[in-house]
DNA sequence: ACCTGAACACCGTTCAAGT
DNA sequence: ACCTGAACACCGTTCAAGT
């Protein structure tokens, strides 16, 4: 794989660093700002120190050590992600496609941050409103509190999940996306029917991989289940 | 974050490689086997070097560069999967269950792997047969070539993106995994209520994000909605 | 033809040194 | 107290050298 950090793209540091101007709020945001023009390996120390114009290490009086970096980080994208929600409705399943659409254009924008968001815990305040958020459309949608709890958790993971996949296929070389995309074009269009009858015989239907209706056909899929079941259960009741 | 190679686990190549033992398939075959037994820094050229018991760049013989052996390799994790999988029978909803949790299973194995077969396409023989096999499923149901097509992509990428996040939260550093877990029995069941109060109010029922029924039941969301749907459509004929 | 060694520009992290 | 420089063990990749 090529390397992503392109040497020319980060900008020298020619003014020393006045001091005391670090702090993690500062670091942060020179992080999203990296992660934003740069691809997956946007968040290095020495990336964020070119950002920072300060030293790659310098960052290290701020943060124990990545770990705890990269938490702030991922919090500080759900600190961006809130600040760009539409406001909330009195339509809980309008809210919830909001919510899914607004975090897939904050991961695309973000790849490399998205890559680690997704499967970690940030424990910090804006993820923790983020659930409070969730969890309310479920609570608004009338269904017990153990089911809000679940389907908070199974709809968050696939949007998560789905999220980060079309974030890293956005921040892949250009070059490898290229010939990804190509493939379902051509590869996969002159399979041998004999081998592959089902796939051949429906390949000029399937959406490309970057077509962004897909995720927003996966979270109306989602939100259609969980109001059959719910709906259900209350008929039951 | 501490460096998930561990140099006490590979094996040291005591013994000198004879000639012309190195190939496309015994490559391939070592980089499966190191990334089951390390996480996500498994598919390095130097852990490959080690496990093969020659030197790291011997490697380039055999592919011209990383994404050439990463695609590759990401071909034999479908193949291992293709190999375990149940054989179908005649219920489309159940293969496709199958096809989901296998797939699952493989990926949490090879977390390595996972991460970059998540998010690219092969395009080589054993991703087409996955294909092939999943399309099936949707034809035997009664949709028309284009649904089948439309739900196979969405259906495989919500599959695929789960199953990376499970697989990247199995092979994180377990000091990361613990504090990630404990933060939903400690710092989420501790908020509070009048800053929070939907997400304390269901905080007991919350799953566990490594609780594996999560990942089935996205699975028979998708399933039960995809159905629904069609079947729609179908009275609407 | 197939593999190795040395080199290069990158990683995260530690620690002594500067201001 | 805050930042820098040098060092260390890692990355992927290239290329000359060995067999």
Redesign the interface.
């Known amino acids: ?1 090529p390397n992503p950090t392109s040497r020319a793209a980060s900008q020298p540091a020619l003014t020393r660093l006045p001091r005391g101007t670090l702090s993690q709020a500062v670091i942060i945001e020179a992080a999203l700002a990296v992660s934003e023009r740069k691809g997956l390996g946007a968040l290095s120390f020495q990336a964020l120190g070119a950002e920072l114009g300060a030293h790659p290490t310098a960052i290290y009086r701020h943060f124990r ?3 705890e970096l ?1 938490l702030a980080v991922v919090d500080g994208l759900y600190a961006e992600m809130l600040a760009e929600l539409a406001p909330s409705s009195e339509d809980w399943a309008a809210d919830l496609r909001t919510l899914a659409t607004t975090m897939h254009d904050v991961f695309v924008r973000h790849p490399a941050v998205a890559q680690i968001a ?4 940030s ?1 910090r305040e804006h993820e ?2 983020l ?2 958020q969730t ?2 459309c479920f ?1 608004r949608s009338g269904m017990t ?2 089911d ?3 389907y ?3 709809f968050s ?2 949007v ?6 079309d974030a ?2 956005a921040a ?1 070389d250009p070059k ?1 996306r290229e010939a ?1 995309l190509r ?2 074009q051509v ?2 269009r002159t ?1 041998p029917p004999a ?5 051949t ?7 490309a ?1 970057d077509d962004p209706s ?1 995720f927003r ?2 979270v109306d ?2 939100i ?3 109001r ?2 719910t709906a259900a259960a209350e008929v039951a009741d």
Chains 1, 2 share one sequence.
């Open positions: 794989m050590d990545k770990d990269v997704a499967a970690r815990t424990r923790f409103e659930v409070e969890i309310s609570r509190d153990a809000a709890a679940r908070y958790r199974i993971d696939v998560l999940g789905y999220s980060a996949i890293a296929l892949l490898l990804d493939a379902w590869e996969y399979l081998e592959f009858p089902n796939l015989a429906v390949t000029s239907h399937i959406p991989i897909n056909t996966a899929l989602m259609e289940a969980i059959a079941r």
